[in-house]
């Protein structure tokens, strides 16, 4: 039940959203582009982040810029 405690662990990093170009999910309505979030957790392919509704949501990577690589 890691999932109920995903909101208040710590944050890994922060990324900036660069598109919400979805081929098969409606991302427009969490994700802002240019907005930045906090990520809670990462997979291979998912970054759990803090969306625009106040939870936490698994998204593909390539909507993402890590901004701590700059």
């Given at each position: 039940?890691?999932?109920?405690?995903?909101?208040?662990?710590?944050t890994?990093?922060?990324?900036?959203?660069?598109?919400?170009?979805?081929?098969?999910?409606?991302?427009?309505?969490t994700?802002?582009?240019?907005?930045?979030?906090?990520?809670?957790?990462?997979?291979?392919?998912?970054l759990?982040?803090?969306?625009?509704?106040?939870k936490?949501?698994?998204?593909?990577?390539?909507?993402?810029?890590?901004?701590?690589?700059?």
């Amino acid at each position: 039940m890691i999932h109920l405690n995903r909101q208040t662990d710590k944050t890994l990093k922060q990324v900036k959203c660069v598109h919400t170009n979805a081929k098969k999910y409606m991302v427009n309505r969490t994700l802002t582009v240019g907005n930045t979030y906090e990520v809670k957790n990462e997979t291979e392919e998912f970054l759990f982040v803090v969306d625009n509704t106040g939870k936490v949501g698994g998204y593909y990577k390539e909507y993402f810029e890590d901004l701590s690589a700059e």
